[in-house]
């Protein structure tokens, strides 16, 4: 390894430490016309990488204003952008990277720029992949180029093989703090509710899927006195409009809030629906741990070991897919294995715990299909279902234009828009039932 360039090894020349001023500066290319480069400036970090491999997402609260003087310790610059920096998947040529999250949120951003129904969605200002100079040539920051000369058995020990990454810098101009700074119920309703509003938007006007509702990529933005939600990170999002096969068998999303269909790789065709279960499975998350302060949400984690939610995040793919399976085959199974089960200690708990209810009523027990197709009841009989619980081969690839009848979400997901727009519609009459909510006397967990 001392051989390799000193890139392959992990200097980026796009960052610099700048110590007359006690800051970083960063290039942030822009994948457009022009191919132009912008500096940004920042001092401290918000989203550091925890591994080596991967990802390696990191996020920096920036501005372009070059400071004027050297910055005290301990003084953050004032920042008035977010830059995300990571090493997604990509395809080796860009402009063929149809899922090149810049590209996603340019075309969001063209949609609803100067609209005026008040829809939040991440704002870029610049994106591309990261350049640097080795030499005379200009070169892209890829793990083919990390990898160069790198014996292939080798690489093979050491990471496993790897799929093509580049590196790439997104600048937003949107900052908020994450989804565990709401203080309130009312307003993780509200904050909730904001996010899937635009994310049923962006899939209606932009053909745009989300595919990885979490509480990383949710944010709480203030501005002021009003508290309102932003639904971010496209690394996972693909163009419904381009109806890939390939895409059904990825297993993507965020544990534990991943959808059944994502945790079994299943031959179900991807909707907004997994994206409405996985917000079902956020709510129901916080709904257990709390809202209260850091001292009320640390005792509330300790019990919600012991609960059957747990169970959505420990153990193996196999036995998470089959708790989720249990505890959603039916309404009764969901109330008293889940909801039952939420922090009683909470202010407005059981608005919480109704909400809940009518969530997964119209998700998984809509009146647009029988009751045979309500909860997961005959999903574990589907082929692909039954291969992962099993640990058995993939069946061969069926027709696309094939029915499994027996699958419930199979179902489900041929009635997606029509049951995704009875899912919002719950959220938002929530959000406007709120200003009646009467605050009920806490009760001891």
């Known amino acids: 390894m001392s051989l390799c360039d000193i890139s392959q090894l992990g200097r980026d020349p796009t960052m610099r430490f700048l110590s007359k001023l006690s800051c970083w500066q960063i290039d942030c290319p822009d994948d457009g016309e022009d191919g132009a480069t912008k500096q940004y400036y920042f001092s401290n970090i918000i989203c550091s990488a925890d591994r080596l491999l991967?990802?390696?997402?990191?996020?920096?609260?920036?501005?372009?204003?070059?400071?004027?003087?050297?910055?005290?310790?301990?003084?953050?610059?004032?920042?008035?952008?977010?830059?995300k920096d990571a090493f997604a998947f990509a395809k080796p040529n860009a402009s063929e990277d149809d899922r090149d999250e810049v590209k996603t949120l340019k075309r969001i951003r063209g949609e609803f720029e100067g609209d005026k129904s008040g829809i939040m969605y991440p704002k870029i200002v610049v994106g591309g992949r990261v350049r640097f100079k080795r030499g005379d040539k200009t070169i892209e920051d890829t793990t083919s180029t990390m990898y160069e000369g790198v014996d292939d058995e080798l690489l093979e020990k050491v990471s496993g093989g790897t799929l093509f990454r580049a590196h790439r810098r997104i600048v937003?101009?949107?900052?908020?703090?994450?989804?565990?700074?709401?203080?309130?119920?009312?307003?993780?309703?509200?904050?909730?509710?904001?996010?899937?509003?635009?994310?049923?938007?962006?899939?209606?006007?932009?053909?745009?899927?989300?595919?990885?509702?979490?509480?990383?990529?949710?944010l709480v933005v203030r501005e002021k006195g009003a508290v309102r939600g932003l639904l971010i990170d496209f690394d996972c999002a693909i163009d419904k409009s381009k109806d890939r096969g390939d895409v059904r068998h990825e297993m993507t999303g965020t544990l534990p809030f991943m959808s059944f269909n994502n945790i079994t790789s299943s031959n179900v065709k991807r909707t907004s629906l997994d994206d409405c279960e996985s917000m079902l499975y956020l709510l129901c998350w916080y709904a257990t741990i709390g809202f209260g302060?850091?001292?009320?949400?640390?005792?509330?984690?300790?019990?919600?070991?012991?609960?059957?939610?747990?169970?959505?995040?420990?153990?193996?793919?196999?036995s998470i897919a089959e708790a989720k399976?249990?505890?959603?085959?039916s309404s009764d199974n969901f109330e008293l294995d889940i909801v039952r089960k939420f922090d009683k200690a909470a202010e407005h708990s059981k608005q919480?715990?109704?909400?809940?209810?009518?969530l997964?009523?119209?998700?998984?027990?809509?009146?647009?299909?029988?009751?045979?197709?309500?909860?997961t009841r005959g999903a574990e009989d589907d082929s692909y279902v039954a291969a992962f619980l099993n640990g058995q081969p993939r069946p061969a690839a069926t027709s696309s234009n094939s029915l499994n009848t027996g699958n419930p979400f199979e179902m489900r997901s041929q009635e997606w828009e029509v049951i995704s727009r009875n899912f919002l519609d719950?959220?938002?009459?929530?959000?406007?039932?709120?200003?009646?909510?009467?605050?009920?006397?806490?009760?001891?967990?």
């Open 360 to 375: 997964y009523k119209a998700l998984f027990a809509n009146g647009n299909l029988g009751a045979e197709y309500h909860g």
């Open 325 to 329: 399976l249990s505890h959603l085959r």
């Open 352 to 358: 919480l715990a109704q909400l809940a209810l009518d």
């Open 172 to 218: 937003l101009a949107s900052i908020g703090e994450p989804l565990r700074t709401v203080e309130s119920v009312k307003e993780f309703v509200t904050v909730i509710c904001d996010a899937m509003e635009s994310h049923h938007a962006i899939v209606e006007r932009c053909q745009i899927l989300h595919r990885d509702i979490s509480d990383n990529n949710i």
């Open 426 to 445: 719950v959220l938002a009459r929530a959000k406007e039932d709120m200003v009646n909510w009467v605050d009920a006397p806490q009760q001891p967990r």
């Open 293 to 318: 302060s850091k001292d009320e949400r640390n005792e509330a984690k300790a019990a919600f070991r012991k609960k059957a939610i747990a169970r959505w995040r420990d153990g193996d793919m196999v």
């Open 54 to 83: 991967g990802r390696h997402t990191r996020c920096f609260p920036a501005t372009d204003m070059r400071p004027a003087k050297k910055r005290e310790k301990g003084e953050p610059l004032k920042a008035t952008v977010v830059i």
